[in-house]
């Protein structure tokens, strides 16, 4: 039978530092990339050539190369330029240099579906260029790059995974471990897809229902649902006295 | 080009009081084409100045040279007093947003920022620009919406306006700043027959409280009935610049054929 007489004391004593591995990984290649990805859209429009040029390269490279030739170049092929990376590092670059190609896809998308109108405008108010970015064009940017980026996400908390071949120490290689040890493929390997499935899934619904709070216009920031909530209170406050000169009318 | 060096010279001020904006041999070239050919307008505070023409004719280039959204590649600008460009030197970045808080614009496509609400794109420019106090800045834009008749909508996304609705909010948001002039490119061209209406009575009223206004437009009953001159621009240049009676009888072909072509 499934799961007879399965090791489950070993499976879950190891589960924890996994885990954190894996979240770890996720994180802080997750942070970099996105640095990365809004570099390298920024580069992409820049009126530089040369700037352009590499970006685009950068890109086009890793878009094209599978991520598990990117872990292995970097961990076991730049030893041999006297590079030697440990496990953390080493995995965490590879994922950083992959995704970092794609974030820089969804920004740069991002980007340029803001009407340059929108620009103008906040120019013509007398705003000024660094606070036109800020304020104008980087919150619409980020709205249209959010489900891509949500996405991009678990994307890459799945992508952690393949560091079992270098072996990254996180739930991939815990559930290694484990079939070395209990000799159980089918129940290790299952269990620890849940384990990915139970993070995965509430990462997307998360992101899903910020999109749907963007969109909706509801305020994210404390200040800016204060400011919206006394903004409510003038309108009717405006409206009371309004009304019944109207009505006299 | 813009270099503080150089902006005590072009900054100076240029007395000659009920000028609100001076504009002397503009001209503007996109490649090798020239879209203003040497441009000279003057505008008095209060006046409303209807600038009509066929398209391509230069209108919107020149209100977009007036507020440096679009650099000039000759002549001068000054405005309320302060020279903002002169043979291809733009004024300090401070110069050149003291010029924008003095000239309001308001475009054909609206442009509201679609992530904030009416009454936060209205309060934008006293936040940002004119660093108003929060609760002040919002009692502004309140009455201002009121104003253009959108308090009701104050906390609605642009998305949930429509054309009419989203310009006459575009129009608060202008006069926010408090602005010495506005600047109309189009403001009604988006627009259906109704809101077109709408529009341009909250335009007359301004014009009533004695707003300038420069006003492209190819609403001619607005230009005759509202504006107290008006320009036309062919190829570039200022073909006639008088009363809206005046260049209406005009016996310049290019306006004659101009009109012309309005009433076909």
């Known amino acids: ?249 | 080009m813009t270099a503080d060096a150089t902006a005590i010279s072009v900054a100076q001020t240029v007395a000659r009081s009920g000028e609100l904006i001076r504009v002397a041999g503009l001209t503007k070239s996109f490649g090798d084409i020239e879209v203003l050919k040497h441009v000279d307008l003057s505008v008095a505070e209060g006046e409303v100045v209807s600038i009509l023409g066929r398209s391509g004719g230069g209108k919107s280039t020149l209100l977009r040279c007036l507020n440096l959204l679009e650099t000039p590649s000759g002549g001068t600008i000054e405005v309320s007093g302060r020279r903002v460009f002169a043979d291809g030197i733009i004024a300090s970045q401070r110069n050149v947003l003291e010029l924008r808080k003095d000239l309001g614009m308001v475009f054909q496509s609206f442009h509201l920022f679609p992530h904030l609400t009416a009454v936060e794109n209205v309060a934008l420019g006293l936040l940002e620009v004119r660093r108003k106090p929060r609760e002040e800045a919002l009692e502004i834009a309140v009455e201002l919406l009121d104003k253009v008749g959108l308090v009701e909508k104050a906390t609605s996304l642009p998305g949930a306006l429509s054309g009419g609705q989203q310009q006459r909010v575009a129009i608060a948001r202008a006069l926010a700043l408090r602005p010495k002039a506005l600047l109309f490119d189009e403001p009604t061209s988006a627009l259906d027959p109704e809101s077109t209406i709408d529009v341009l009575r909250v335009m007359r009223e301004l014009s009533a409280e004695g707003m300038t206004m420069l006003v492209v437009t190819h609403e001619l009953a607005f230009a005759e009935h509202v504006g107290n001159r008006m320009v036309l621009m062919d190829g570039g240049e200022i073909i006639e610049d008088d009363a809206p009676a005046a260049v209406r009888e005009s016996s310049n072909p290019r306006t004659r054929s101009f009109f012309q072509s309005y009433s076909e």
């Open chain 1, 1 to 249: 039978m499934l799961f007879d007489g399965f090791d489950w004391a070993y499976f879950f004593a190891g589960l924890p530092k996994a885990l954190g591995m894996t979240l770890a990984f996720t994180a802080a290649a997750f942070v970099c990339a996105i640095v990365v990805g809004v570099l390298v859209a920024i580069m992409r429009t820049a009126r530089v050539l040369p700037m352009r040029w590499f970006a685009t390269g950068y890109t086009e490279l890793f878009k094209n190369l599978p991520l598990i030739t990117a872990i292995y170049i970097i961990y076991f092929g730049l030893p041999s330029l006297g590079i030697k990376l440990d496990v953390f590092i080493a995995g965490t670059v590879a994922l950083v240099f992959f995704y970092g190609a794609y974030l820089g896809e969804i920004f740069r998308g991002g980007f340029l579906s803001v009407d340059k109108g929108q620009r103008e405008a906040a120019l013509a108010m007398g705003m000024r260029p660094s606070r036109v970015v800020t304020k104008i064009i980087l919150p619409q940017a980020v709205r249209v790059a959010l489900p891509g980026a949500g996405t991009m996400m678990v994307d890459l908390l799945k992508g952690t995974s393949l560091l079992v071949t270098i072996g990254g120490a996180e739930l991939m290689t815990h559930a290694a471990t484990v079939v070395s040890i209990t000799y159980r493929p089918l129940e290790s390997y299952t269990l620890i897809g849940l384990v990915y499935f139970a993070l995965c899934f509430p990462l997307s619904r998360l992101v899903s229902g910020l999109e749907q709070r963007i969109a909706s216009g509801v305020p994210l920031s404390p200040v800016r649902a204060d400011l919206l909530r006394r903004a409510r209170e003038l309108v009717a406050a405006r409206v009371a006295i309004l009304e019944p000169q109207r009505v006299a009318r």
